[in-house]
């Protein structure tokens, strides 16, 4: 089972759309995935068509001191062969002043990916904007990691505090972690996209995504039907992006994720 996180420490910047149109694509092609919501939020649980604020099984449940409930009971089949869900729950805010520096908890997540280790192929872990316990988990239990950073100028901050975060779980986790950055909702139209991207390629070359994820409405369509893009419209043209970047992430291009 390959897990790969999603992150960024900067909201907007199209990670529940990655971890989304991804999975999508990897069920389609035959791959039994697995999406986890680590987001208070609750964004890509939503998405699916479950409401963060009364769910009651959760990814949280994983979290309780009184847990003796297998992680595949949690597990929610979607509508999609091949694609399901590891809901979030909005009590997931509470869990850092819950938990303190309660020792342990930061392998809570990668615990339970491995009592899933025999169902699944492919793992995409959504999370949230912020450093907590539970990036902290997605990174721990990650092989791979999808940096998306929006082409415009206040992103590249958002990008400067992820890589000081990568560093630093790196050096605690003790084993490399592979990383893309990934420029998303680039429109080729506007200055501050055609910058950005040029900053990015100026200072992240080496582990930069050598394509781009456009801008591309039918993303928001596909979110209103509750469904990837790629099974509204297999021919969007974000689709052929995320396409390039699956073959890129499955070694199907010369080009290799960086690592630190």
């Known amino acids: 089972m390959k897990v790969w996180s999603v992150a960024n420490q900067k909201g907007g910047v199209g990670k529940t759309t990655t971890a989304v149109t991804l999975a999508g694509l990897l069920a389609a092609r035959g791959h039994n995935t697995l999406m986890v919501d680590l987001d208070p939020h609750g964004s890509l649980t939503s998405y699916f068509g479950h409401d963060p604020d009364s769910i009651e099984q959760s990814v949280y449940s994983l979290f309780q001191d009184d847990n003796r409930q297998p992680a595949a009971e949690i597990v929610r089949d979607t509508r999609f062969e091949r694609l399901s ?15 303190g520096a309660k020792e342990g908890m930061g392998l809570v997540i990668g615990r339970a990916l491995v009592q899933l280790a025999n169902r699944f192929d492919y793992v995409l872990i959504d999370c949230p904007p912020v450093l907590g316990v539970l990036m902290i988990n997605a990174l721990a239990a990650s092989s791979h990691l999808l940096v998306p950073v929006q082409t415009e100028f206040l992103a590249l901050k958002g990008l400067e505090r992820m890589m000081r975060t990568l560093m630093m779980v790196t050096k605690a986790r003790k084993r490399p972690l592979n990383y893309l950055i990934v420029p998303t909702m680039f429109d080729r139209r506007t200055r501050a996209s055609l910058e950005t991207l040029q900053n990015l390629r100026n200072n992240y070359a080496e582990v930069l995504w050598k394509s781009v994820i456009p801008i591309d409405t039918q993303f928001r369509e596909a979110s209103r039907e509750g469904m990837p893009l790629s099974y509204l419209n297999p021919h969007a043209r974000g ?10 992430l499955l070694g199907n291009d010369s080009q290799t994720l960086g690592g630190l």
């Open 85 to 99: 869900l590891l809901p979030a729950s909005t009590a997931l805010a509470t869990l850092d002043r819950q938990l």
């Open 239 to 248: 689709v052929i992006a995320y396409t390039a970047l699956l073959g890129t």
